[in-house]
């Protein structure tokens, strides 16, 4: 409850910024609560403790965002109320990622082990996989793979935000995590390079494209949470019912727009960083 209270959904929409750091104090809170209480899965627990802590925040930020898109007819103006939600998202992710891969570079080696077991894993899959930003001959064919597997992460966002409100913030604190150790990884190779270089060269890298990608995550989120809400109010025959499908089936929109840009950035920019 002490966490839970620390800023309200109004505050935090209205000083976004704010989240980032809140964002790597609810993270770094809870791998210090999964290496000493639940060291064996401390993979998990620190995502399960991390999403766990951000869902009164999220699904008030929701419900504001369901009002907004009952009361406000006007699309330029409903689309700048939402992009202070998605700023709110995206400092909160990001300060999830910050705070993953510092714990990463900087925690002993057997801790790193163990905290980042399952996301190590992970990317030693992706990594031992094909490389789909290889040859420009099957550069094209990396944007549709891309675009396929990251399509089927955006509708798991939307179903898990419909049917549990807050459901996506789960995938998307695990998608930070794999995140961060990749940073932190690449940090840690390049560290004779120096440590700020380093750092901003594994963000930079890693970041160009996964801006874009996770606001389309969040957007989808963010979607399927209002219908989920407004399903709730039973309000299916009204027309504010119905002005909320129509926000969310732009949001949706929206989010598949910015999975183009992402997987383009992926394929073509971020392997010449």
């Known amino acids: 409850m002490v966490l839970e209270g620390l800023i309200k959904p109004f505050k935090a929409e209205k000083r976004p910024l704010e989240m980032f750091f809140i964002g790597i104090l609810f993270s770094s809170i809870a791998i210090l609560l999964s290496i000493f209480v639940f060291a064996p899965y401390s993979s998990i627990v620190s995502i399960a403790l991390t999403a766990m802590v951000c869902v009164p925040l999220i699904y008030g930020i929701i419900k504001m965002e369901e009002r907004k898109s009952m009361e406000i007819k006007k ?20 300060g999830f990622v910050v705070s993953f891969a510092l714990w990463y570079i900087f925690l002993p080696e057997a801790y790193v082990a163990e905290v980042f077991n399952v996301q190590t ?7 031992s ?9 099957n550069q094209t064919d990396g944007v549709f793979d891309l675009l ?14 419909f049917f549990y409100g807050f459901g996506a913030i789960f995938i998307l604190t695990w998608n930070a995590s794999v995140i961060g150790a990749a940073v932190g990884d690449m940090v840690r190779s390049t560290m004779h390079t120096g440590f700020i270089s380093s750092i ?28 989920s809400i407004a399903v709730i109010n039973h309000d299916f025959k009204s027309e504010k019912f119905k ?10 929109v929206v989010s598949l727009a910015l999975l183009v840009v992402a997987a383009f950035l992926e394929v073509f920019v971020s392997p010449l960083l």
């Open 75 to 94: 699309e330029s103006l409903l689309v700048k109320e939402h992009g202070r939600a998605m700023m709110f998202f995206l400092l909160l992710f990001l």
């Open 200 to 227: 901003s060269a594994g963000l930079l890298r890693y970041m160009i494209h996964g801006i874009p990608e996770i606001i389309a995550y969040f957007t989808a989120g963010l979607a399927g949470g209002i219908i």
């Open 121 to 127: 894993e992970t990317l030693s899959s992706v990594w």
């Open 243 to 252: 002005n909320v499908l129509k926000d969310s089936l732009d949001l949706v």
């Open 148 to 161: 396929r597997h990251n399509i089927k992460v955006l509708f798991f966002c939307l179903i898990f935000a």
């Open 129 to 137: 996989s094909s490389d789909i930003t290889g040859a420009a001959v």
